[in-house]
């Protein structure tokens, strides 16, 4: 019996990398998954990957898949997506706000319409598709919200600055994108706990060797394959999706740390375990320590 038989699984950015991960694991345990993301075909993206292809190796695993392409920056693709996954399998179960977009620019270079862009995908994305779930889950006082951010939503403190950080300059967009992610998971988290619905945030703990990470020469430093598996991602982000609400919700965390606290590895490291994420990942409860 898988873990999430019976339940219906939206993941975005799924046609490569993390995406893909997630939701071919979520379908061997059991979901019906509907895989979305821009890229329907190979050869209509300059990476390589599509939607054709994540369903088309779910299925021969004998899972359950579908493929919807939707651009998570329009409220109307976002609507219909959900809409066409409703029609096909039923309510929404949960939720994996994967899609990315980066543009590793530094400030003075990079223009404000791709600030906006980057906005539009990373946070309003999430945003409006968490909207549109809810309205499956509320009702059923149940499902799960999983949002994927990135160590770069860690920014590199306070000056003077000597060595620069390992990925070089330019991140200061897609980080703070990140960030307000991460802020939102808990704040959503806060406002649906009561409906019996968690919301949690999850990072790599290292560098996941992706087609678009190769892509944008974030391993030029590193002794590739060195890095962590998608897979680990996929099997954290599961964890997430099918915990008692009390146990994760509001939790901003890393990857390797959620599998060696589960059990799942016997050796972890980078972020969160060898040194601290983001401030989300830090703060317990709020109203609790006031409280005290």
Known sequence: MGKLDGKVAIITGAS????????????????????????????????????????????????????VACDVSSEQDCER??????????????????????????VRKLS????????????HGPLMLSRLVLDDMVPRRSGAIVNI?????????RGPYGKIGPYGLGWSCYGATKAALERFTQGLAEEVYSDGISVT????????????????HLVHNRNEPEGEPAEYMARAVM??????????????????????????????????????????????????????
């Open 149 to 157: 951010t990135s160590g770069a939503a860690v920014g590199p403190g």
């Open 201 to 216: 945030c999850i990072s790599p703990s290292d560098v996941v060797v992706t087609p678009g990470v190769v892509f944008h």
């Open 112 to 123: 404000v319409k791709r600030w906006a862009r980057s906005f539009a995908v990373n946070v």
């Open 239 to 292: 964890i997430l999706a099918t915990e008692p609400l009390d146990k994760v919700t509001g939790w901003v965390c890393y990857s390797q740390q959620v599998l060696k606290e589960y059990g799942l590895i016997e050796k972890a490291g980078g972020m969160g375990v060898d040194y601290p994420g983001s401030g989300f990942s830090q703060m317990g409860n709020v109203a609790a320590i006031i409280g005290k």
């Open 16 to 67: 490569r990398g993390i995406g893909k991960a997630i939701a071919k694991l979520f379908a061997i345990e059991g979901a019906s998954t509907v895989c979305t993301a821009r890229t329907m075909s190979e050869g209509n993206h300059p990476l390589e990957g599509s939607l054709e292809t994540t369903v088309a190796e779910i299925r021969t695993a004998g899972g359950e898949a579908m493929a």
């Open 81 to 106: 997506l959900v809409k066409e996954a409703r029609e096909r399998y039923g309510p929404c179960d949960v939720l994996v706000n994967n899609a990315v977009l980066s543009y590793p620019i530094t």
